[in-house]
């Protein structure tokens, strides 16, 4: 199973970079979509009418300012859509935000922090996971490497109060 990472503009891609970075150190597919819900909606509806019949399992939806990717997304399909609301107006991304996490009720999009593209990465590995165990264990590795690396980020701090 794969995830289609959409984003809106290509200006979105050094906040998705790490994402997809993430998804491919899982083992998880990635295809990566430039998509505007406003200037090109006949692609959008295209890519995800066609979603399942190429494999994808999931959608990163990433947008700014208006941000109605991902609803737009989530209204063509009843897979996971996962929006990232990215940091693009003088609004700092609390538009997108609001855009994103404010969808009518049976049209869900699962939203995450503004730029938080890293956790919809990990969000979807964790969907996949359910039906994969592999994934369940790279998953719980993931989760021990953590604990280790703020373990010896605690142990730096202890020293050098010392």
Known sequence: ???AVVMGSDSDLPVLKPA?????????EAEVIV???HRTPLKVQELVSSAQDRGVGAFISAAGAAAHLGGVIASYTTL???GVPIN?????GIDALLS???MPS?????????NGAKNAAIFVVEIFALSNPELKQKLAQYRA??????????AKVAKELQ
Request: aromatic share 2%.
């Open 1 to 3: 199973m794969k995830v």
């Open 80 to 82: 996971p859509v996962i």
């Open 145 to 154: 490497k953590m604990v280790e690396e703020v373990e010896a980020k605690a």
């Open 20 to 28: 997809i970075e993430l998804l491919h150190e899982f083992g998880v």
């Open 106 to 114: 049976g049209i869900p999009v699962a939203t995450m922090a503004i």
């Open 100 to 102: 994103t996490v404010q």
């Open 88 to 92: 693009a107006t003088a609004l700092n």
């Open 35 to 37: 998509a505007s819900a």
